[in-house]
């Protein structure tokens, strides 16, 4: 999937899918909650076209449900739902990892890790959406996440794991190929 170039000019999408995710992370729309397309597209001054872009996206991120000829909600999500999404993202994100660690750079690795310590902190100063667009960038340039086998999740303490970047560094370095 090819990242959106940011040139300071937000789409009337991204800039609704903005306002709905802040309505979400403020409480204002709760779990459960239909989202009155009529009243939000008004509220906001655009068309239904935006909302409808924007509506589909956050469906796509399992934020809503659209069920057609009923409306839109607010997902209903439970701590094991999470839980249950990252075990099987971690898991195959470490097959992923372990099958590219002996072709990753120096420059790649450097900058995983530096991506890893920043969601660290993130988590540790409750700052879940730097977290989240950490963990979006994570999976940028490179579709692979080193440390991902220990990463910090949200329930988790940061503070304990089992497998670290300096570990990958020294089991990458004995097989990667210069670039």
């Known amino acids: 999937m090819e990242k959106e170039l940011d040139l300071g000019y937000k789409s ?11 309505q979400m992370q403020s409480g204002e729309l709760k779990q459960g909650d239909t989202i009155n397309m009529e009243r939000t597209a008004h509220r906001l001054g655009v068309s239904k076209t935006p909302l409808r872009e924007a509506l589909i996206k956050l469906e796509a991120e399992g934020f ?5 000829w009923r409306g839109v909600f607010v997902s209903e999500l ?4 999470f839980k ?3 075990q099987i993202i971690g ?9 590219a660690a002996p072709l990753l750079t ?4 450097a900058r995983m890790a530096r991506i890893e310590a920043e969601m660290r902190d993130a988590l540790a100063s409750g700052d ?8 979006v960038e994570s999976t940028g340039p490179i579709s692979i996440w080193p440390a ?13 794991s089992s497998t670290s970047s300096r570990g990958l560094r020294r089991s990458s370095r004995s097989g990667r190929r210069s670039r």
């Open 128 to 135: 879940f959406d730097r977290y989240y667009e950490r963990n």
């Open 12 to 22: 009337l999408k991204n800039l609704v899918y903005k306002y709905i995710r802040d």
């Open 91 to 99: 898991a195959l994100e470490c097959c992923a990892i372990q099958a």
């Open 84 to 86: 249950d999404c990252y």
């Open 64 to 68: 809503v449900r659209i069920i057609p």
């Open 78 to 81: 439970k701590l094991q739902d």
């Open 148 to 160: 991902t086998c220990n990463s910090p999740r949200p329930w988790t303490s940061s503070r304990k």
């Open 106 to 109: 120096k420059q790649e690795v």
